[in-house]
DNA sequence: CACTTGACTTGGAGTTACTCGAACTTGGTA
DNA sequence: TACCAAGTTCGAGTAACTCCAAGTCAAGTG
């Protein structure tokens, strides 16, 4: 499939994608004959993985680890699950911040709502 | 009290206190007759506040919006309502967000597992 | 067959929200 | 007096896109 659908599928946008290339967390997926990307179901299953890695913040640097480890097999599981266990974590932190952030907001909301009436 | 004060009890980095008044979001604090920025405590509560916000994605503008609002007067409470309910409806968006990832890792993770034994 | 439309290409500039460094002043201690 | 920590401003650097210009190419239309 092209590059538009490969986006839509995979929640990343075309100029995003182009850019993971470009950094060297997408693999330089083949051409076809006119120039044009050609991504398999592989590639876009990748690409998912990464729109949710990064949508909840993991940094592009450990991305980038985290894709030289798969370019180089599977004897490297243990570090990419330690980079997955960590991101785990991080994530448990961010909710705990909106959890958090929630009720800041829902006590300023409450204050607002003696206001209104 | 100090800006270093301040921060610490705000959250906020004193470069990014600093760089909050340029932008605006931050009012242009007393002086002390060294120059030095005089924090209150009024003032501590708006930067934990936009700590907060800005932990949990808020942009820039929307603060600077807020902040404008804010300094406009009670009368402005209805708006700056809308804007904080709105929030709390991304805060609920990220939240499904980083339980959905969360299930990708579990899932990954649990594919690993099985390389490992 | 010329033309338009739309999707693709690259390269480079712009944007957001910091973050850091240089160069300086000030206040307190040995 | 020498020094150190903490403050100041200003300007440059960074991350992760995001957009724009300028071009190619394939398919469809008059």
Not at 17 to 38: D, K
Not at 39 to 53: A, G, I, K, Q, R
Request: hydrophobic residues 35%.
């Amino acid at each position: 499939m092209l590059i538009s659908e490969a986006a839509s599928k995979s929640g990343l946008s075309t100029e995003t994608i182009r850019y993971y290339e470009t950094v060297g967390i997408v693999p330089r997926v083949e051409r076809l004959p006119n120039g044009n990307r050609h991504f398999t179901t592989e590639n876009v299953e990748w690409l998912t993985l990464l729109y949710w890695l990064r949508k909840t913040g993991m940094p592009i640097k450990v991305m980038q680890h985290f894709a030289k480890l798969y370019n180089q097999g599977d004897h490297t599981i243990p570090e990419r699950k330690k980079i997955l266990l960590e991101h785990q974590s991080r994530l448990e932190e961010r909710r705990n911040n909106i959890d958090q952030c929630s009720a800041i907001l829902s006590h300023k909301l409450e204050i607002y709502r003696r206001f209104e009436s």
